[in-house]
């Protein structure tokens, strides 16, 4: 994934603040990042007058940024998956975070699963719904009607997993269109 990022660009969710502050004096960016009250908070301090407009810019603070969110996803996905993994009684082996943009989760054969770290942009509800998603391909490793009722259990009823994977395709749209840019 890559985001055209601006001067005034943030993340603010439930789960995580993100802030970019241009600094005097300052060569090379340097972060600040906390864990308070479950939720991330980071600070990006970046040269003053950085030219945003730079295509080689744009792609130095999106690894800043992507390096940020994989500090934090171990710190804040992590304790989720293990929550609802320990709730469902379904075992995974590994959790992997990877800078991809095709997909928010996967999971493979070897009981692995696998998210990018871009999902700490999503609301805490639909990464919620990701995680449960992924761990129900732990017993189904399809979309068929007996993965959907699996997911169904875990988030509130019959239904209610479409209704947020369809949430969650709005969120991806919504995402594009806020941040996201083409690559050359």
Same mark, same amino acid.
């Given at each position: +994934? #890559? ?11 439930? !789960?995580?603040?993100?802030?970019? @502050? ?10 600040? +990042? &906390?864990?308070?009250? $479950?939720? $991330?908070?980071?600070?990006? =301090? ?10 080689? *810019? ?5 690894? *800043?940024?992507?390096?940020?969110? #994989? ?5 804040? *996905?992590?304790? #989720? ?5 320990? @709730? =469902? @009684? !379904?075992? =995974?082996?590994?959790? @992997?975070?990877?800078? *991809?943009?095709?997909?928010? $989760?996967?999971?493979? %054969? ?9 999902? /700490? !942009? &999503?609301? %805490?509800? /639909?990464?919620? =719904? ?7 391909? !732990? ?9 959907? &009722? ?8 019959? $239904? ?6 369809? &949430?969650?395709?709005?969120? %991806?749209?919504? /995402?594009?269109?806020?941040? /996201?840019?083409? #690559?050359?």
């Amino acid at each position: +994934m #890559r985001l055209q990022i601006s001067s005034d660009f943030s993340i603010n969710t439930d !789960l995580l603040s993100l802030t970019l @502050t241009e600094q005097a004096g300052r060569t090379a960016a340097q972060s600040r +990042m &906390a864990i308070e009250n $479950g939720r $991330g908070k980071a600070e990006i =301090y970046l040269p003053e007058g950085i030219k945003f407009s730079d295509y080689q *810019v744009q792609e130095w603070l999106n690894k *800043v940024i992507a390096e940020t969110l #994989r500090w934090f996803c171990p710190r804040l *996905v992590t304790p #989720r998956l293990l929550q609802f993994s320990q @709730t =469902y @009684t !379904l075992n =995974y082996n590994r959790v @992997t975070y990877k800078d *991809v943009s095709s997909r928010w $989760g996967s999971c493979s %054969s070897k009981k692995n699963v696998n998210f990018s770290l871009w999902i /700490l !942009l &999503a609301p %805490s509800h /639909l990464v919620d =719904y990701v995680l449960k998603h992924e761990l129900s391909h !732990l017993k189904h490793l399809d979309h068929s009607a007996a993965f959907w &009722a699996e997911v169904d259990g875990m988030c509130g009823g019959p $239904g209610a997993a479409k209704i947020l994977d369809k &949430a969650m395709n709005e969120f %991806s749209k919504e /995402l594009s269109k806020k941040f /996201l840019r083409r #690559r050359r």
